[in-house]
Each structure stands twice: as structure tokens, then as C-alpha cells.
């Protein structure tokens, strides 16, 4: 069982023994973000990791023609791991999907921090091989699964970490993000709403059914779980199934 700190939230944080998580704590600092604002730009320059606190991160990866979602992270992710492997450049873009709240430090106070203890870095590469298990999966869910699977799995995923409130997406966001046409994503939104899964307004909706929508989603979202390293129930405070 993971020793919450109090006005700590990201997850890898709190699974941190003392003497570790006190070598990071005096280099982070907190930065708010706004809904649709780009916290890391894809071929960029990374000069800061950050433990995402609260809100929904969408990570994506661009092409001059297309873009799509390769992972939805929350308070158990975090932004940068590009500079645990090596690079000093972003290999997708980050777009916040809320507003929120991440514990930044410098990729250069980090590197001191992980020489100093490196057990650091043993913890923080489980949350890389995470979120390589979560975008390959997300991969093989979009090669696999129907079109209702894949947005119930969403809607899921997004209502877990954002603890039931009030998502601020629209049917195209949805769509961008998967991947698929918005009149396919509007289709399943409609039918949802019809029998009562989620209820929309301008702008956004919210989860009312998600049992329901899990029995219709794919295995995806589960599978990703369970090879995170640290599974914990979302916060009260803060909403991807395949």
C-alpha cells in the first residue's frame, strides 16, 4: 500500500521511499496548466520532467497530415521521458485535455538526483516501460477493435481519472484523438446519451453509466493497468481503455 504525502497526488511520487522522495522534493515546483495548452512540443527541446498532479494529458504524435493519440495520462504519468531514455528532444506532443496542475523539476536537477540515488531511476524506467505497454496497445486497439469499443474504452478511461466530473470535449476532440471520423464518433455520443451511458452539453459531457460502458469497451484499458507499476483508484480531485 502506497503512504499518501500529504499534497502529493502523482502516484510514482508517493511510491517513493523517504530518503528518495526527499532528494526530489527540494528541485520540484508546482506549474498549473490550462485546458488545450501544449506542455511539450513534439522534436522539441525537453528541459523539464513533470509529475502530473491533477487533469488529463494527451499524448500524441503529429505528422504534417495527421494527428493521433498514442496515450491519455493523469495523476499516475508523467511528461518528459523522452529524458530518461537519452534524448533531449520531445518524441510527441503533450496537450492538456483539462486544466491542471504537474510537480516540474529540471532534467538537470533530476540527473543529480538519480546519481545521488539511483534506485530513482529504476522506479522511473517501470513508468517508461508503462507507457510503452499503454502506446503499443493503443496501437494494436485501433488496428483490433470497433469503432464502439474503442470510444466506450475511451470515455472510461477519461472518467476514471477525472473521477466522474464534467469532460470538456466535443465530438471532434474525440474523434482527433482516436483517430476516427467525427460523424462515426457522433453515431456512438447519440446512442450513448440515448440510453442513458453519458450526458452531453455544449462543449462537454459526462460519464452517468460506466459500468455499462466497460462491458461494451475492449480488454485494452485493463491490460494497460495491469503492467503499471503503481495501479491506484483515481482521486476525487481529478478522467483509456482500448
Known sequence: MLA???????????????????????????????????????????????????GLVSLRRNSS????????????????????????????QSIAVTS???????????????EAQPDIKSRLFCRVQALLVHTSQVALCALSHSVEQ??????????????GMELPVTHEHIATMLGLR?????????RYENQGLIAKTRGALRVRDRDRLRQIACSCCSTI??????????????????
Open 65 to 92: 497530415m495527421n494527428s493521433v493519440e498514442i496515450a491519455l495520462i493523469d495523476h499516475r504519468g508523467i511528461l518528459g521521458v523522452s529524458t530518461l531514455l537519452g534524448m533531449d528532444v520531445a518524441g510527441h
Open 4 to 54: 499518501q504525502r500529504i499534497n502529493i497526488r502523482n502516484t510514482i511520487l508517493n511510491s517513493l521511499p523517504p530518503a528518495e522522495f526527499e532528494r526530489l522534493r527540494c528541485y520540484l515546483r508546482p506549474v498549473s496548466f490550462k485546458r488545450n495548452s501544449v506542455l511539450e512540443e513534439q522534436s522539441r527541446p525537453v528541459e523539464n520532467l513533470g509529475f502530473i498532479e491533477s
Open 100 to 114: 491542471g496542475t504537474v510537480l516540474s523539476i529540471r532534467v538537470s536537477d533530476l540527473q543529480c538526483a538519480m
Open 182 to 190: 467525427r460523424a462515426s464518433v457522433t453515431e456512438m455520443l447519440i
Open 225 to 242: 493497468a495491469s503492467h503499471s507499476p503503481y495501479v491506484a483508484k483515481p482521486l476525487s480531485s481529478i478522467g483509456s481503455q482500448g
Open 150 to 163: 474503442r470510444v466506450s474504452g475511451w470515455l472510461c478511461h477519461a472518467s476514471d481519472a477525472f473521477a
